[in-house]
């Protein structure tokens, strides 16, 4: 006859040579908190294993058994239902008790502590299943596996102990609850007060209840009582996974798991306000399916989207005297900038072309005309304090936001409440798009961007990477089409040639032609507009040399020096005086007949 006031490890040898496989649990301090070295959480003090694999390491052995109390004196004691053979019907509530006393309880060994345990023989057939939740209250727990703990001290203060001696045969009902829990794996649980919002699969519903937790110490999800620490964040982010699995939507899961992580007291974000871990599990979740069912269902009442007649729209743009389209300068440019004030645009070019550097240029310009940007950057902040060290102008306007791994509905929700005119996400990839070569995803994560920007007037630039190849309206932008159909004005920007640091900027807007535009970055980090790549055709270039030739020769560098800009490169004028030459427009020295020799200097002068 064992009582409450028996050592622990006394206690642990009489089970073990009765076959009970028993192994060292918590125990709780005077305060109900963990006095165990390992540390646990509240939750799952006095409860959690001491030993790795919990239920697993459990033994009869008496010399172990000895080892565990000698370095764990007030270890409370726990035994291994499925090794030992036993069945506990465990209830945790005065409800729970008697419906389970409806059912029919035999007398037998009780697990006295808070709340009592019956303990049963299992029959051969039992299925060794860890926990079932069991009645019209669903409240009755049926324990097939894992571990009780049977003797000790309960968080709340309580004795723990086992109180009778005769161990009955498990009950019918049990053993018919057990078997048909085998038979319907998924269980749709039927309490409704806390459900979730949608149909879990068994696993998500434990999670859901609080039944199970991802451990810290291994990283899977198991039944609460067998987890020694549980890892918050984890456990919200798996149950996060099954609310995705079960399509619930993007604002559902963080509905759920805010609600969640404070009703199970993890408490792991409530004090955030801005629920941004939420929104961040939600977002990873969802990443993989679109959960296009809820997208369909979850209608809010009453909507109408905005609309415009167009008549009015005309008569309302033909009295308006100031232009259809604002612009934002482009390097002192207005009238031939790209950038229209409101509208969408995505600027792609190569990886290191020094779109970031032309950006910051730009968002300076606008910041200067009044216009409060808003710079969604995927670089650390010492990069932005590097660059704009460099950089010879003022940006007090402009918000830098640290946008890596937020996902694109933080950002969406950031832009919706943010009062800046100018919106530039640098680059696509913040957008978090598992594939940019899928139309359908581009459309998903570009149109809610665009939408928000357009709902509050906002200029947007979406800076983007270049395949290679390149090419004309479109083609150079990587990934799908839709990233260029997507917005108002597509630009593309290239490296041309020499000298290393000119750059053409061209593309296609919806309702204007964009020019090819040439701008240089010069060695002090300013910026210059050249002019218009057409001025750089060859017969543009011998109509400027034709004004500047003179009938004195003159090297080839000097004649360049004096052109109008955008200025050719050496290697431009070269060719087409060479070309004059050979037309006997114009006379080189040494003559042509001489031959070529590489890095020679040249003299040209009008023909006489
Ligand atoms: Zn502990």
């Not at 006394?10 to 301090?29: I, K, N, R, T, Y």
């Not at 832009?415 to 913040?430: A, P």
């Not at 357009?454 to 200029?459: M, V, Y």
């Not at 200097?601 to 009008?606: G, V």
Request: glycine share 8%.
């Amino acid at each position: 006859m064992l009582t409450a006031s028996d050592l622990p490890l006394s206690v642990a040898l009489q089970l073990a040579e009765q076959g009970w496989f028993v192994l060292p649990v918590c125990w709780p301090d005077p305060d109900g908190l963990c006095a165990c070295p390992r540390g646990h959480i509240q939750k799952n003090s006095g409860k959690a294993p001491l030993t790795t694999h919990a239920d697993k390491d459990a033994t009869t052995d008496r010399a172990v058994i000895e080892g565990w109390w000698a370095e764990w004196p007030s270890a409370n004691v726990g035994v291994a239902l499925a090794s030992s053979g036993l069945v506990a019907i465990d209830c945790d509530s005065l409800e729970a008790i008697q419906e389970a006393s409806g059912l029919g309880l035999v007398p037998t060994v009780c697990r006295m502590s808070q709340w009592p345990a019956y303990i049963y023989l299992a029959k051969d057939d039992t299925p060794l299943i860890r926990l079932v939740h069991w009645g019209k209250s669903n409240k009755i727990d049926l324990l097939a596996n894992g571990y009780l703990v049977v003797h000790g001290k309960h968080q709340s203060g309580r004795e723990i102990y086992l109180e009778g001696d005769d161990i009955a045969l498990l009950p019918p009902w049990v053993s018919n609850a057990l078997h048909s829990k085998v038979e319907t794996t998924v269980e749709i649980p039927e309490v409704a007060n806390d459900a979730p919002p949608v149909v879990l699969s068994a696993i998500g519903g434990d999670i859901w209840y609080g039944r199970a937790a991802v451990d810290s110490e291994d990283g899977r999800v198991r039944a609460i009582e067998q987890v020694s620490a549980i890892d918050r964040s984890e456990t919200l982010f798996q149950l996060g996974i099954k609310l995705s699995k079960a399509n619930a939507s993007y604002h559902t899961i963080v509905d759920a798991l805010a609600e969640r992580d404070e009703a199970l007291g993890y408490d792991k974000y409530t004090d955030r306000k801005d629920e941004l871990e939420y929104h961040r599990i939600a977002e990873k979740v969802g990443q993989s399916s679109y959960n296009l069912t809820s997208d369909i269902r979850d209608h809010p009442p009453e909507v109408r989207l905005p609309s415009y007649n167009a008549g009015d729209l005309k008569r309302q743009a033909l009295s308006d005297p100031s232009p259809a389209l604002t612009m934002l300068p482009f390097l002192g440019q207005l009238e031939s900038s790209p950038f229209i004030l409101g509208a969408a645009h995505l600027l792609s070019a190569y990886p290191k072309a020094g779109k970031t550097e032309l950006l910051c240029r730009l968002v300076s310009e606008w910041c200067t005309l009044g216009y409060k940007v808003r710079y969604f950057s995927e670089e650390s902040m010492r990069i932005w304090q590097a660059r704009l060290k460099l950089a010879n102008s003022e940006f007090d306007d402009v918000t830098i936001v640290d946008a890596l791994g937020a996902g694109r509905h933080l950002i969406v929700a950031d832009i919706g409440r943010s009062d800046s005119d100018v919106i530039v996400i640098d680059t696509m990839k913040l957008l978090m798009m598992e594939n940019e070569n899928d139309n359908g995803q581009i459309n998903m994560a570009l149109t809610p961007l665009v939408a928000a920007c357009r709902a509050s007037d906002k200029t947007l630039v979406i800076a983007h990477h270049t395949r290679k190849g390149g090419g004309l309206g479109g083609e150079a932008a990587a990934g799908g089409y839709q990233f260029f159909g997507g917005v108002d004005v597509g630009l593309e920007l290239e490296r041309v040639g020499q000298p290393t640091n000119r750059r053409k900027l061209h593309g296609q807007g919806r309702i204007l032609d964009v020019p090819e535009l040439l701008y240089e970055r010069s060695n002090d980090g300013s910026f210059s507009f050249l002019g218009y790549s057409d001025q750089l055709a060859p017969q543009a270039i011998a109509t400027h040399l034709d004004q500047v030739l003179t009938e004195d020769f003159q090297t080839t560098n000097k004649l360049r020096l004096v052109l109008p800009a955008p200025q050719p490169s050496t290697d431009q004028v070269s060719k087409v005086l060479r070309e004059m030459a050979e037309e006997k427009s114009v006379e080189r020295l040494p003559p042509l007949s001489k031959g070529n020799k590489p890095g020679a200097t040249y003299k040209w002068r009008r023909a006489t």
